[in-house]
């Protein structure tokens, strides 16, 4: 991930709906969710739900897919990921810095993360 991609995605992120729509599909994982899951789980209308999704569409956070009549949007984890890697690459001066990633609660292992 270079610079211009990394901040169009912090951007994106940097809205409260918008975190929270991303937090929510991330937990969704790979199954993802519709429009009307998503904004009845976080309380938003559709209208203000569909302008935040496309501006994390915008920024490679969010994918969309019609499984009929249906949208569904997924998290892109690897975009997630290389947004990670990138604000992280020079942690510490390449020394080991001691901290240990955070995992997964119990039972509850991304098998795509």
Sequence with gaps: MDETAA???MAALAQGARLRIFRTLVGAGPAGMTPGDLAATLGVTASTLSFHLKELMH????SQERDGRHLIYRPE???MNGLLAYLTQHCCQGEDCGLTPVAAPQGRGCTTC
Aim: hydrophobic residues 80%; positive net charge.
């Design 7 to 9: 901040l169009l995605a």
């Design 59 to 62: 920024a490679g956070l969010v």
């Design 77 to 79: 984890i690897a975009r």
